[in-house]
């Protein structure tokens, strides 16, 4: 017993229409990293948000440090010293990163914040991370792997004995992740537990020493992870084998439907390529080389400054997002919060909103068995977890989320669709489901427009890569010639050349 700092048993939580676990054990050992893992709707996110007084569980028996916990409340689980850092960001966009950090808990004197002890504090803390961050910046200024250190920066900041990561590396650049793995590493030595849930499952050996698996609300098992393998890791979690991972078809492509020239907005420079009926053209490049702010202008979400755009051999002028869904242009966005979906409307509105012109009859009034058909058609199609398409978007699973993020397109004819980092956050089985709708797509002669920071899914998904760096192309490479180094060599490219030659124009 003693070994233990957490122990939950027997723990069930319904939701209306969902039993999100049922009979779940859970064990937490002071000074382990242990993985929390399971398909998207398993119940990680709702087990930890019950470790950490969010919700209340339905039964069950829960204990810190041996004590049997009755009441508990989010305050109570911070006096014990468990702290999470949430899935989904929860930052305030309107107040500095170093507010966000402290908030709920700012030293007042006389009532008034103490700003400059305030930033000093956070200042340390991020210091701490070597985060380069100026403690007064309003965190919505902030790129989404920024603001996610800052999430981490303040779960940290409450020196919590128990740290529960709810996917914190989902966001994160290949740097930044090395050092949440460091500070990770440093935290375990100080004897502090961390619960750690993703679905990048090779980066666990980095850092786990047990797993938990959960699947459809039920507990599968724990094991040392050096006891068990990633197959058979997959295997628990979905419960069959997954053969292929990356599933392509080959197709021949067709006539050339999109083509950018010299196209220049914000960052983007003089960027040109073309894409062909069922292609599709995978995005490569280090975090910030400038593919969302691309993919962004092209959707007409941000300002072209210069450049054309040709879709089927006709000009097109895209000066928002409508203009290039009406040309058949359709993007699923990077951050889902904040484009991608309405999360206060159910799956069957946002799905409608996104359809609008296909469900609405001639005097704008919306065919409610149509716009009922395409929820169902995504729902099916992405294997979505619900228990009904009236589900508020805000309750699925993260996962979940994400998969009406690219359903609401899917359903709906396009002529080029761009997939800003798709997978994020998204289960093994789920992105064989996402990449399959790729290879849908691809077969009904649509262009694919596919931005990912995982290099694996770009080499086994794209039929051409194009890679960016500093906001320009700095290489277009055949499926069939592509490798990681090549890759990432051209990733750097820009970069290096400015160092070797001391060129810092841009
Ligand atoms: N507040 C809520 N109201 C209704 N249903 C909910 C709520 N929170 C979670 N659920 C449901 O409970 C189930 C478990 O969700 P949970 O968020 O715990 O999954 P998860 O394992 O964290 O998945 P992911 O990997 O996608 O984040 C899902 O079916 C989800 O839709
Ligand atoms: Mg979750």
Same mark, same amino acid.
């Given at each position: 017993?003693?070994?233990?700092?957490?122990?939950?048993?027997?723990?069930?939580?319904?939701?209306?229409?969902?039993?999100?676990?049922?009979?779940? #054990?859970? +064990?937490?050992?002071?000074?382990? &990293?242990?993985?929390?893992?399971?398909?998207?709707?398993?119940?990680?996110?709702?087990?930890?948000?019950?470790?950490?007084?969010?919700?209340?569980?339905?039964?069950?028996?829960?204990?810190?440090?041996?004590?049997?916990?009755?009441?508990?409340?989010?305050?109570?689980?911070?006096?014990?010293?468990?702290?999470?850092?949430?899935? %989904?960001?929860?930052?305030?966009? +309107?107040?500095? &990163?170093?507010?966000?950090?402290?908030?709920?808990?700012?030293?007042?004197?006389?009532?008034?914040?103490?700003?400059?002890?305030?930033?000093?504090?956070?200042?340390?803390?991020?210091?701490?991370? =070597?985060?380069?961050?100026?403690?007064?910046?309003?965190?919505?200024?902030?790129?989404?792997?920024?603001?996610?250190?800052?999430?981490?920066?303040?779960?940290?900041?409450?020196?919590?004995?128990?740290?529960?990561?709810?996917?914190?590396?989902?966001?994160?650049?290949?740097?930044?992740?090395?050092?949440?793995?460091?500070?990770?590493?440093?935290?375990?030595?100080?004897?502090?537990?961390?619960?750690?849930?993703?679905?990048?499952?090779?980066?666990?050996? %980095?850092?786990?020493?047990?797993?938990?698996?959960?699947?459809?609300?039920?507990?599968?098992?724990?094991?040392?992870?050096?006891?068990?393998?990633?197959?058979?890791?997959?295997?628990?979690?979905?419960?069959?084998?997954?053969?292929?991972?990356?599933?392509?078809? %080959?197709?021949?492509?067709?006539?050339?439907?999109?083509?950018?020239? +010299?196209?220049?907005?914000?960052?983007?420079?003089?960027?040109?390529?073309?894409?062909? %009926?069922?292609?599709?053209?995978?995005?490569?490049?280090?975090?910030?080389?400038?593919?969302?702010?691309?993919?962004?202008?092209?959707?007409?979400?941000?300002?072209?400054?210069?450049?054309?755009?040709?879709?089927?051999?006709? =000009? &097109?002028?895209?000066?928002?997002?409508?203009?290039?869904?009406?040309?058949?242009?359709?993007?699923?966005?990077?951050?889902?919060?904040?484009?991608?979906?309405?999360?206060?409307?159910?799956?069957?509105?946002?799905?409608?909103?996104?359809?609008?012109?296909?469900?609405?009859?001639?005097?704008?009034?919306?065919?409610?068995?149509?716009?009922?058909?395409?929820? +169902?058609?995504?729902? #099916?199609?992405?294997?979505?977890?619900?228990?009904?398409?009236?589900?508020?978007?805000?309750?699925?699973?993260?996962?979940?989320?994400?998969?009406?993020?690219?359903?609401?397109?899917?359903?709906?004819?396009?002529?080029?669709?761009?997939?800003?980092?798709?997978?994020?956050?998204?289960?093994?089985?789920?992105?064989?489901?996402?990449?399959?709708?790729?290879?849908?797509?691809?077969?009904?002669?649509?262009?694919?427009?596919?931005?990912?920071?995982?290099?694996?899914?770009?080499?086994?998904?794209?039929?051409?890569?194009?890679?960016?760096?500093?906001?320009?192309?700095?290489?277009?490479?055949?499926?069939?010639?592509?490798? #990681?180094?090549?890759?990432?060599?051209?990733?750097?490219?820009?970069?290096?050349?400015?160092?070797?030659?001391?060129?810092?124009?841009?």
């Amino acid at each position: 017993m003693g070994d233990y700092i957490v122990e939950l048993d027997h723990i069930g939580k319904s939701f209306p229409g969902v039993k999100a676990l049922d009979d779940v #054990q859970f +064990h937490l050992k002071p000074g382990e &990293v242990h993985a929390l893992l399971g398909e998207n709707g398993a119940g990680k996110s709702t087990l930890m948000k019950i470790l950490c007084g969010i919700y209340e569980r339905d039964c069950g028996e829960f204990s810190v440090d041996g004590k049997e916990i009755h009441s508990f409340s989010p305050k109570i689980a911070q006096a014990l010293g468990i702290a999470i850092i949430h899935q %989904e960001l929860n930052m305030c966009s +309107h107040l500095t &990163v170093a507010e966000n950090i402290f908030l709920a808990r700012e030293e007042l004197s006389f009532g008034l914040i103490n700003q400059k002890s305030l930033n000093d504090k956070a200042k340390q803390v991020l210091h701490k991370l =070597k985060l380069n961050i100026d403690p007064t910046t309003m965190v919505g200024k902030l790129p989404i792997s920024k603001q996610q250190m800052v999430e981490i920066a303040k779960a940290l900041s409450t020196n919590a004995r128990i740290l529960i990561m709810d996917e914190p590396t989902s966001a994160l650049t290949e740097n930044e992740i090395k050092e949440l793995f460091r500070i990770i590493r440093e935290l375990k030595a100080e004897g502090k537990a961390i619960v750690y849930i993703s679905h990048r499952l090779e980066e666990l050996k %980095e850092i786990v020493d047990r797993i938990t698996i959960l699947r459809d609300g039920k507990y599968v098992t724990t094991r040392n992870f050096t006891d068990t393998s990633i197959p058979e890791i997959i295997s628990f979690m979905v419960g069959r084998e997954i053969k292929e991972k990356y599933p392509r078809v %080959e197709r021949k492509r067709g006539n050339k439907i999109l083509e950018v020239k +010299h196209l220049q907005a914000g960052m983007v420079k003089d960027v040109s390529f073309d894409l062909y %009926e069922g292609e599709i053209i995978g995005f490569a490049g280090l975090m910030g080389a400038g593919r969302t702010e691309l993919v962004r202008a092209i959707f007409g979400a941000d300002r072209i400054e210069s450049g054309d755009i040709f879709l089927e051999g006709t =000009k &097109v002028v895209i000066k928002s997002p409508m203009d290039a869904i009406r040309v058949g242009i359709v993007c699923a966005p990077e951050d889902r919060k904040k484009e991608g979906l309405c999360t206060e409307l159910t799956i069957r509105e946002n799905i409608g909103l996104a359809n609008l012109d296909t469900i609405c009859n001639r005097v704008g009034l919306i065919h409610e068995k149509k716009e009922i058909e395409l929820t +169902h058609r995504a729902i #099916q199609d992405l294997k979505i977890k619900t228990p009904s398409i009236t589900q508020e978007v805000k309750n699925l699973s993260g996962g979940n989320q994400q998969k009406i993020v690219v359903g609401k397109w899917l359903v709906r004819k396009a002529r080029v669709v761009i997939f800003d980092e798709p997978t994020r956050g998204i289960d093994v089985a789920a992105k064989v489901e996402i990449y399959n709708l790729m290879n849908q797509l691809k077969e009904e002669g649509i262009g694919v427009i596919f931005v990912s920071s995982e290099l694996p899914e770009i080499l086994g998904m794209s039929d051409k890569i194009i890679v960016m760096c500093d906001g320009r192309i700095t290489g277009e490479i055949a499926r069939r010639d592509a490798t #990681q180094d090549i890759i990432l060599s051209y990733a750097t490219q820009y970069r290096v050349k400015k160092e070797v030659n001391g060129y810092g124009g841009k």
